[in-house]
């Protein structure tokens, strides 16, 4: 009887011990995206002629993780005696944070609004989300509008919008994830997106809307293959031009919060630049975004 | 040596204890912040919403119909088989057969959910006539071929352990082959066929894998063709990006999920108990 409970203990714990390895490594992959990022060469730029040392404390915005665990992997071959540290806990409070001084950086995937005050941002990149559709679709053209029409289910037809009879399936990613969280502020349809099905990976999006005909999704620029069809919004293409200025609608500003009246510490100020310029642009298009800097 | 033995023991049983007790301290406090009726009965999953609510029940509704599915198409085809490889089959079929049978069992159930999101989910759509296939059915179809092989070999096994003299005595009598079949041997072996439907039960609640590629993941109540989300993949598609309470009901679900598995394996060991007793 006593091998017996040991014996289903044992197994019951071995399922468990599979969902929590799940979870861990997870978690592990997000902070460290940089595993495959491309190395960062040692310039000649003059911020890290001299090395400095100290923590950069981040906090804010979930949908910055990807960006910022390139840029803190890449900043520590610049200046490996800087440490930056990442919170994700949201926009609102990466700018809370800036505010009243409990972290160096904030952390925005918004502009400023103009009750926040104190703060300065600084943008880093630019957030262009595609919306997808399956090659067979004759719709080429959609306006924001439309879009989330489409995607809390008022338009539930593609003939309402000039393609053919078919219901129209809305796939997207899973809650949590910062396209998803993009997508919806931009539309203005948080929380009231129907979705028909909700994956866990851009490939997995573009996958399932390259697979059926009456599919429509979203995913970040960077991944957008041939295999699927991006649309114009408002008749403007996606592409990095238009994202850079600004005439595509679907795109929002990661940006850096900064407080007005108190000194960034030397440490924080080489990161912002560092991140700033043109040697780290490479680092955020493989996170997936538009580098700001030429 | 004994010594290395205990060892080698103990190391099982810290990390058995080290993981009950790390699921037990972190799913408990989200269960306690939600309500235990509001988590196990609430109809609303919205992790993320701007008001959050962290109602399970459809997880759990969604587990239990996806497996019922399962054991209910996946059942009397292992069945048969299993009576066709113990009894029926001429040795040289059954020389053919057992392999893919134990084959089928060693394929990562990464690889069915590939082959179900590209092949079964659109099929589905296509002859359904749905707007998008990947659906609680696409769910269920993968679920019971992933349960076949251990339904199959562990009533196999109960059915040649059935003594000779009980078929010997039945034909002796007078009854058929396939009257003896049903009505000894398959009577004879009920328990350890009983044990191979649970163990299917288990295998079938416990995966997330397959079917997180073909289910549709939206937190629905079930329907059959509807996108549906398990407790598995509730837990495995939202924790990568998951912070504070929503990380928290994550391990909650995944405490409500161990203690399903937990009374599957109390059910299991009574059957195989009585079979030996």
Redesign the interface.
Known sequence: MKK?T????????L??????G??GS??GS?NTPAGNSPAVTESETPDNTTELSGTVNTNGS?SM?SVMGYLTEGFKEVQPGITVNYT??GSGAGVTGAQDGTCDIGLASRDLKDDETGVKQITVAKDGIAIIVNPQNPVADLSVEQIAALATGEITNWSEVGGND????F?GR?????TR?GFESITGT??ACK??????STG?VI??VA??P??IGYASLSAVDETVKAITVGGVAPTEETVLDGSYAIQRNFNFIVNESTELSDAAQAFIDWATSAEAADLIASAGAVPVAE | MNVLFFLCGFI??V??LF??V??IISGLPAIQEIGLVDFLFGTTW??????PSFGILPFILTSIYGTAGAIVLGVPVGFMTAVFLAKVAPPKLAAVVRPAVDLLAGIPSVVYGLIG??VL??AV?EFFNL????SLFCAIIVLAVMILPSIISVSENALKAVPREYEEASLALGATHIETVFRVSVPAASSGIAASVVLGI?RAI?E?MAI??VA???ANMPGLFK?V?FL?TA?????????GL?RQA??SI?LV??LF??LI??VL?TLL?RKKG
């Not at chain 1, 399922?15 to 929590?20: F, Y």
């Not at chain 1, 078919?166 to 399936?169: A, Q, T």
Request: proline content about 2%; overall charge negative; glycine content about 10%.
């Open positions: 017996r040991l014996a289903l203990m044992l197994s019951a714990a399922c468990v011990g599979l969902l929590a799940c979870g997870n978690t997000a979930t993780e994700g806990s078919g219901e129209v399936v796939i899973e809650a949590g994830s910062g969280d948080e929380d979705y028909q099905n909700e994956l866990t997995e996958a399932n697979s059926n009456n599919a | 099982a049983v990390f058995v993981i009950s790390y699921l919205a992790s993320t919403a701007s008001e999101m590209m989910v659109p759509r707007p998008d296939g990947a288990g416990g997330a997180i590629m549709g993941n939206v996108s989300r598995t837990v495995a598609s939202e924790m990568a990006y998951a912070s929503q994550l391990f995944a999920l161990f598995i937990m394996n109390v060991n108990k």
